[in-house]
């Protein structure tokens, strides 16, 4: 089974702080991907990289960046965080050959 | 662009229930993904469908992908407290909107 690991469940900041949010997967996919959940707007893709070092912009980059620096680990980094970023973030990692995405348990992120 | 059309939004029934959920595009998908999500949690694969006309069981979970590869329905049988959660169908990295399903005891 794939399986797909991030660093926290639940995160508290302050507006300004800058929030590391990591995830790791174990099966040596190229793609993983960095989602945001809100309620009535479904997953918005925030980046994705197709290899390590490589990234592409999502539909809502701004406020984001990543980091791909191996090729199990991809990494959200939120330089100065908003209250407006309070969301759950979901990472998740792809299969290519049936073109299908796994899941990270997701980490719910409050920006005080 | 490609669009994935879930229905119904939004679903509350009765344990013991049956209710079917559909996911429908214009576009054609060489594959499309069925998932559950328990509130405060990541999506759950349930079924990776491939082939047009496939259907894949999962216990009381039964899945359809269209002849044509545009559409596929998720059906459930005899519903149950447990089988609460949003449902999400996805296709080429696109994902619709989910069907909230509530199931009461």
């Known amino acids: 089974d794939v399986k797909v690991t991030q660093s926290s469940r639940y995160l508290v900041k302050r507006t300004g702080e800058k929030v590391f949010l990591e995830c790791v997967q174990d099966m040596d996919h190229e793609n993983m991907f960095w989602y945001r959940q809100d309620p009535g707007l479904g997953l918005r893709l925030i980046y994705f990289?197709?290899?390590?070092?490589?990234?592409e912009k999502g539909d809502i980059p701004e406020g984001y960046s990543v980091s791909r620096e191996k090729k199990e680990r991809f990494s959200l980094i939120l330089e100065s965080a908003s209250t407006n970023q309070t969301s759950m973030y979901l990472c998740?990692?792809?299969?290519?050959?049936?073109?299908?995405?796994?899941f990270g348990p997701g980490t719910r992120l409050t920006v005080l | 662009t490609q669009l994935l059309e879930q229905s119904p939004q939004f679903l509350s029934i009765q344990e013991g229930e049956n209710l079917t959920v559909y996911c429908n595009s214009s576009s054609v998908f060489s594959s499309l993904q069925w998932y559950r999500q328990e509130p405060g949690e990541g999506p759950v694969l349930l079924v990776t469908v491939v082939t047009g006309g496939e259907v894949k069981k999962l216990k009381r979970l039964t899945f359809q992908f269209g002849d044509a590869r545009k559409d596929s329905s998720l059906h459930i049988t005899a519903a149950q407290p447990g089988d609460t959660g949003l449902y999400l169908c996805a296709g080429a990295r696109i994902f619709g909107q989910g069907t909230e399903l509530s199931v009461k005891p």
């Open positions: 998740a990692s792809l299969r290519l050959s049936t073109d299908t995405q796994y």
């Open positions: 990289s197709y290899d390590v070092k490589m990234k």
